[in-house]
Structures are given as C-alpha cells and as structure tokens.
C-alpha cells in the first residue's frame, strides 16, 4: 500500500476511533474525565505525519460525530480543537524551547475558547 494511502487510512480511522472512545469514555463516572485528552490523538497524527493528516483524522472526527449528535456537536467540536492542534503541531515541529511552546499554547487556547464563545 501507497504510504501516503496507508497515512490517510490511519488518519481517518484514529479520527473514528477517537470519538467512539470519547463517546464510551463520557459515559463511565470515573472516566468522563478522560474527554478532556480529546485533541491529543489528532497532534499525535500532526506531529507524526504531517498537520495535514491531523486536520484530515479531525475532519473524520468531526463528520462522525455530526451524524451521530448533530451538526452543532460537530462545530463546536471544529471551535474547540482547531486551534490549539495547528499551533500545538506548530510548536512541536518547530521544537520551540519551553517558554515559546507555552506562549503558542496558550494563545491558541485562548483563541480556541474565544472562537468556541463566538460559535456559541
């Protein structure tokens, strides 16, 4: 198989599988905590292939999601996580020092918190 192919395979099914994990996860007391560590699969994708392919397993994300919630869930969902995944990959690639890193961080953050706001 292709490795670019084999890249957006793996993108679109850890996409799919994230959201059912979140889904499961949300339903468990103990667990529903876990939700919060959402975007992390997407940054891992990021950092590993490219940000396309993170973006790419996010799009996957986000049309599951919309066609089992709706199509609100699924743009809050893009507000939420669009951001801190570019500038989280941004910084990782970059190997920004810590201070920067943060920095990025925290604006993306911020900025994903205002635009969620803003969607809201």
């Known amino acids: 198989m292709d490795s670019r ?3 957006v395979f793996v993108s679109i099914l850890t996409g799919i599988a994230t959201v059912i994990a979140a889904i499961l996860l949300s339903g468990l007391p103990i667990l529903n905590m876990l ?6 699969p997407f940054i ?3 950092v590993k292939r490219d940000i396309l392919h993170g973006y790419l397993s996010l799009a996957a994300a986000i049309a599951l999601l919309s066609l089992m919630a709706g199509p609100v869930a699924g743009v809050f969902l893009l507000a ?4 801190p995944i570019g500038g989280i990959v941004y ?3 970059k190997r920004l020092d810590l201070f920067e890193s943060s ?3 925290c604006i993306s953050v911020l900025a ?3 635009l969620f706001i803003q969607v809201y």
């Open 44 to 46: 891992v994708i990021g």
């Open 80 to 83: 939420l996580t669009l951001l």
């Open 112 to 114: 994903s918190i205002f």
């Open 91 to 93: 910084a990782l690639k």
């Open 103 to 105: 920095v990025l961080s």
């Open 35 to 40: 939700v919060l560590v959402f975007p992390i």
């Open 5 to 7: 192919l084999r890249g």
